[in-house]
């Protein structure tokens, strides 16, 4: 591990700084754990990982939600939101932030954004949670520096996982903390471990193959994504909006009015179509009501052409979207 996160996230960090969980939820509860009350405050992107937003619900935190755009989250609008917190007496417990290749946008935070996000953290002493589970899947290869790796102070916690580069089903991911948070966090994880079996598994598996597998695996998916973005252009033509998602295995999709995702979900699953409702994945409902993400990663080529087609024909006839089905014309992409 600490070879892996010195090359490819350029993290310079020693076994004590590693805590292995039972997947990177687990990590996400243990650091919830050590900072979170009912009542606290954090910030999170506007859209983020439904399993970290649903946490937050549950724990009672406030989520205020930071606006993103292609290069990631916004920087102003962090900057005013920590201003205003700041006038009316709230000290966020964390940034929570998916820089590289977030969920469910796809976006990767460029490295001057992430100096800037650094900085503003450290003006405001409040901690940066670093959520990186996509970052080996990258369709050029090519990512900045993680956040953890970045930072000139520190308080930075990076949390990471295999569910996406090798199989969720193992279960191993990881924290990278300070000890001090680290052994905080230890005395929370009470399942005496995560299983060793899995752990030696994985690193019989990575030692030999890891540097060729994720290669194929991430070409694998990029050929997923061009025939999904080729389907709905075909099926929804200027109906659905996209930006081309930079890794990953996720597209975030707007769908034009009145569509509302959360009516669209029960009709779709339905006709056997699974889509993930964007009001579940993000703060604002609004900004999100008439989108959705849709995961390519496991179909085959000819199930996400005949998904998509299905889901074009539930939507019409649910919203009237898109009005004509398979039109070809396209128009660029504001989503
Ligand atoms: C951003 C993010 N964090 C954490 C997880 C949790 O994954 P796992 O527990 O399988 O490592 C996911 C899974 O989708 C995710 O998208």
Same mark, same amino acid.
């Given at each position: ?9 350029? =993290? ?12 990177? #939820?687990?990590? #996400? ?37 930071? +606006? ?17 917190? %700041? ?5 966020? %417990?964390?940034?929570?932030?998916? +820089? ?27 901690? =940066?949670?670093? @959520?990186?589970?996509?970052? @080996?899947?990258?369709?050029?290869? %090519?990512? +900045? ?31 990278? $903390? ?6 905080? &966090? ?13 752990? &030696? ?27 999904? &973005? ?75 052409? $005949? ?29």
């Amino acid at each position: 591990m600490v070879e892996k996160l010195g090359r490819d996230a350029g =993290i310079a960090c020693t076994a004590d700084n590693i805590l292995i969980t039972s997947g990177s #939820l687990q990590a #996400l509860d243990l650091v919830n754990g050590i900072f979170l009350n009912r009542g606290d405050t954090v910030l999170i992107e506007q859209a983020s990982y439904q399993g970290s937003l649903n946490r937050l619900s549950r724990l009672g935190a406030n989520a205020v939600g930071i +606006p993103l755009d292609r290069d990631g989250l916004r920087i102003d609008a962090l900057s005013a939101a920590l201003a205003d917190l %700041k006038r009316r007496g709230v000290r966020p %417990k964390y940034i929570y932030t998916i +820089p590289t290749v977030q969920n469910p946008t796809g976006t990767i935070l460029t490295e001057e954004r992430r100096h800037a996000l650094l900085r503003l953290a450290y003006d405001y002493a409040v901690p =940066i949670f670093e @959520d990186d589970c996509y970052a @080996d899947l990258i369709w050029d290869g %090519k990512r +900045p520096p993680a956040l953890y790796a970045m930072s000139p102070h520190g308080g930075v916690i990076h949390i990471g996982s295999f569910s996406k580069s090798v199989a969720p089903a193992l279960r191993v991911g990881y924290i990278v $903390a300070d000890w001090a948070l680290i052994a905080r &966090m230890l005395a929370l994880k009470t399942d005496a471990g995560s299983g060793a079996l899995e752990q &030696m598994v994985l690193a019989e598996f990575c030692t030999a193959h890891f540097a060729s597998h994720v290669p194929a695996l991430t070409r694998g998916l990029r050929g997923k994504l061009d025939t999904l &973005m080729e389907a709905l252009a075909e099926q929804f033509g200027t109906a659905a909006e996209f930006d081309e998602p930079k890794g990953g295995i996720f597209l975030w999709v707007k769908l034009a009015e009145p569509v509302d995702t959360l009516k669209l979900y029960p009709a779709a699953l339905a006709a056997g179509i699974a889509i993930n409702p964007g009001p579940e994945w993000a703060t604002d409902k609004a900004y999100a009501k008439g989108r959705m993400r849709l995961c390519f990663a496991n179909p085959s080529h000819e199930a996400i052409r $005949a998904g998509v087609a299905a889901l074009a024909e539930v939507c019409r006839k649910e919203f009237g979207v898109p009005e004509r089905i398979a039109n070809v014309e396209r128009r660029a992409s504001t989503a």
